[in-house]
Structures are given as C-alpha cells and as structure tokens.
C-alpha cells in the first residue's frame, strides 16, 4: 500500500545494518525509521492501535449495576413472506407505509420506537431472516425478542422454519404472533401442532411459547401482543447504563443530496447527543442533527434502545456497523481511516469464523472441557435432498451421547446449501453439513471468505463416522 517495492524496502534495512527476508516482520521502531528515509505516512498503524486502546476499551468497560435501568425491549418481527409482518408492525406503530413515506429515506430496515401507558417497545423490521442473520455475524445483537408471524390459513412454511432456526440460533426468547385469525375457515389447532413440532410448544398447551392471535388488518390482538412483548422483557430485565457516551448499530444509510449522509442507528447502551463525535465502520463525524424515525422530529438526545436517523457522518456505514463515541474529532478521523484502508484490502475482515472441524477438534484436545461443567456445543447445519433423508441423519445422531459435547441442529431443511444457511453459520459458529446437496455460488463464496466449513456426504453413514470420529477425539483432516 505504501508504493515501496520490497527491494527498496530490503535495500533500506540492510543499510541499516539489519539482515531480512522478504517474511520477516518488522517493529514499529523500524517501520518509523524506514517511513522517515522515504518520507511516508504511518499514520495508518498508529491508527489501528489506537483502535485497539480505545474502541476495546469502551466495548469492554462494564457498566457498574449500580448504574443500570431498565430500556425498552428491541423486538424483531420474522417470517415467511405475505404472513403480515408489515401489516403489524404499521397497525403497532400506527401508520401506513404502504400509503407512502413522504420525505422518508428508503427504507428496507423500519425501526420504530413506540410507547404503550408509559412504557415502550422498539421494533426492528428487517426484510427478512437473512438481513437479521447477517447483523448477528457482524457482531450486532440488536434483537431481544423475536415475534415469528404465521398466518393462521397457510401455517408454517419453509421461510417460517428458516426464520425459526435464525431466532432459536440467536437465543432470543420466541412470541408467536398467528396472524390472519380473521380470515373465515382458519384452524388455530393446526397452526399450534405444527409449532409444537418445531419445538414451539404454546404456553397454553403445557410448553413456554406464548402465542398471540393477531388479525394486523382488523386490530385484533394488539394490545396482547404488545403487553406479551412487555412481559417478557420484566422477566428478562433488559437493561443498560444511560449515562455513558453512547454506543450501538447502524441499521442502514444513504447519501442524500444536500442533506448529507442519513443513517439510521439504534442505540444499545449509552444516551447519543447533538454534537457527540461519532465513528461508525469507516464513517466519522459530528451528530449534526438527530430525528425520530417515526414522527420525523428533531430530537437532541436518544437513550438505549432508541432508534434514530441521525445527519453528520461523513461517508455512509454498513449495515451492522457498530457505533462508538469518542472525545477527539482527529482520533475519530484516524481511526475511521485506518478502517477504511482495512476494508479495500480486506472486504469483511473481524468477522472470520473460526468455527471448524479442526478447530472443535482442538478445543476437545485443549482440555477446555475438563475445566468447566460446561460442555462443548457442535452447532450444525444439515442439509438434504429429501425428508427421509433428514429423518435418518436425525435419527443416527440422536444416538450420540458424550458427557461433553452437546449435537446442536440449529437447521435442518431440504435442498441446496444456500447463502442463508452460510450467513447462519458464520454468525452462530456452526458446520454446514451437506447430505447429496451442493452450496450454490453465493453461499461457496461466503463460506470462502468467512471460514464457515462445508461438508458433503453421499452415505449416511460417512457422515455420522465423521461425527463419532469429531467428538472422540480422532478425526482425519479431509481429503
Ligand atoms: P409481509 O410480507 O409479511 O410483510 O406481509 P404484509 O404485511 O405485506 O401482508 C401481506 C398481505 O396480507 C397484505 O395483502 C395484507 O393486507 C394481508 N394481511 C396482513 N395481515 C392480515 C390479517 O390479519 N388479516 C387479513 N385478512 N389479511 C392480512
């Protein structure tokens, strides 16, 4: 990146008196000395440890319990297309996109702050479990609760057990909004055994998932959805520290003519404030101006949980880019610089997962496990060309039974290995297993790029061989 050949740079050290190779590494002493002799900028290494002191030490600075108040639940809306997520959440929140959003930014990612007798509810509508999925690889948890929406006439579809593997892999509590309770003819009962075959089982039948008859075009079932959602979160004691320099997610951005950069952050921790200086991915800058995401209004400051458009950043971030106030407009600068030369070498560097057979293997031989009671979970992802054939790979490691180590099937579905299933793998730490299906191009290349490993079998019995092999401790390297 500098425009130094290497033999310029080799040619300098040995006058130096200093013997290289082309490998070797070399300290930040040397590399100041060999910036002076060719009058370059190193500013770019000191930025990234600067990254490192400062942007870890807010990540990693706990909030003292003392400090600690209750914030607003942030709940995401999934499920299978058509089943009503935009209809609740515009009947919740009280508008009507598809009325048009006049003066609004496009919107793909809705975050709405709502208020019901004093307390509120932040809703986060992604356009699907992907986009959710996606957020979690990046390291961006907004979601505390997940409403799965399942029309009551069609049930629960493929995109609804994808969206319910994307939730449970997520480990956010489940409400289950079956929606279209309205409709003539509907059969609530179905609905209910099929989501107790998923293990959903509905509070009213003995289990822990409480379900919610919703009709988003009749207003039915509203105010139980909501009063659910807040329950939930009085048991979960969401809570954070409102008197730090804030920190959070961006959502979404766009350049807008002569307003600038527009982005819409959600703010996890911490109260945002006009004027704060700001670094976003490889984004900086000053809060110009902050609005309600759903009034529109100007608003000075946004404590946790709160969702914002907010004006002053110099370039647009990327969805799931995590949000930190600093001091010092120029430390702010530097470092989104330093992060803007990282991600044109490196597009999605930080979030390589280093999830694999080989790395289970060494966790087993590190004797991590001795240590704690805790065991080991192998997260998988199985994927097959037929029902029958999922039914058998179930069945064979459901026979698996290690003191340590706990099988995780965090998806099962029939078909070829798809971007979904890469991104979920990536965000929760899991194997792609593969049972006579291919990964189709986009899911290979962002496993590629993210370290996620795929696995293809042709005999069942190869793969539950692997399995054994894995947690006993005695697995060949593949082919
Ligand atoms: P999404 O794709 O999940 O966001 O679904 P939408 O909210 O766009 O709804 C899809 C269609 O179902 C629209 O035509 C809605 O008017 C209709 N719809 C949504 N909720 C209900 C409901 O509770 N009852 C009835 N009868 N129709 C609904």
């Not at 400062?54 to 709940?75: G, M, Q, S, W, Y």
């Not at 329950?231 to 409102?242: D, Q």
């Not at 946790?304 to 880019?321: F, H, N, R």
């Not at 189709?440 to 092999?469: C, F, N, P, Q, W």
Request: some cysteine; hydrophobic content about 40%; overall charge negative.
């Amino acid at each position: 990146a500098s425009g130094l050949s290497v033999a310029d740079v080799m040619r300098t050290l040995m006058g130096m008196g200093m013997m290289v190779n082309i490998n070797a590494d070399i300290d930040f002493e040397t590399a100041e000395l060999l910036a002076t002799e060719h009058d370059l900028d190193i500013e770019l290494k000191a930025a990234e440890s600067l990254e490192q002191e400062l942007i870890t030490e807010i990540e990693e600075t706990a909030d003292a319990p003392d400090t600690l108040v209750a914030r607003p639940p942030v709940v995401t809306f999934l499920g299978h297309v058509d089943h009503g997520k935009t209809s609740l959440l515009d009947h919740l929140v009280g508008i009507n996109v598809v009325k048009g959003e006049a003066g609004g930014i496009t919107q793909h990612i809705r975050a709405y702050k709502i208020e019901k007798d004093g307390r509120a509810v932040t809703f986060v509508d992604t356009p699907g479990h992907e986009a959710f999925t996606e957020m979690r690889a990046r390291g961006a948890n907004v979601t505390d609760i997940a409403v799965l929406v399942v029309a009551a006439d069609d049930g629960i579809m493929p995109q609804t057990e994808e969206a319910i593997s994307h939730a449970k892999a997520a480990e956010v509590p489940i409400v289950v909004a079956m929606n279209k309770i309205d409709l003539e003819g509907v059969d609530p009962n179905r609905v209910m055994t099929q989501l107790t075959e998923h293990q959903l089982t509905p509070s009213e039948w003995g289990g822990d998932v409480e379900i919610v008859r919703t009709s988003a075009t009749q207003g039915i079932g509203m105010d139980e959805l909501l009063d659910t959602l807040l329950t939930i979160a009085e048991l979960n004691e969401y809570s954070a520290n409102p008197n730090r320099s804030a920190l959070g997610v961006c959502l979404e951005s766009e350049q807008q003519g002569d307003r600038g950069v527009v982005a819409k952050l959600i703010v996890q921790n911490g109260t945002l404030r006009v004027g704060d200086i700001l670094v976003c991915g490889p984004a900086h800058g000053r809060v110009r101006a902050m609005q309600d995401t759903l009034t529109g209004k100007p608003i000075t400051e946004a404590g946790p949980s709160t969702p914002v458009s907010l004006m002053g950043l110099d370039t647009p971030p990327g969805a799931g880019d995590r949000f930190h106030v600093l001091k010092d407009i120029s430390q702010a600068r530097e470092i989104a610089s330093a992060r803007e030369g990282e991600s044109s070498r490196q597009s999605l560097s930080g979030i390589t997962t280093k999830v694999s057979f080989d790395s289970f293997q060494e966790m087993l031989e590190d004797g991590k496990l001795g240590e704690s009671a805790d065991t080991v979970k192998l997260n998988l992802i199985i994927r097959a060309d037929a029902r029958g054939s999922l039914e058998a790979i179930d069945k064979e490691l459901s026979k698996f039974d290690h003191p340590e180590v706990e099988i995780r099937v965090l998806q099962r579905s029939v078909g070829g290995i798809s971007l979904a299933d890469a991104t979920l793998a990536s965000a929760s730490d899991a194997v792609i297993l593969g049972f006579n299906v291919i990964p189709d191009d986009k899911a290979r290349s962002l496993a590629e790029e993210r370290g996620v490993e795929i696995r293809r079998y042709d005999v069942i019995y190869k793969l539950t061989d692997d399995i054994r092999a894995l947690i006993e401790g005695r697995l060949k390297p593949e082919e």
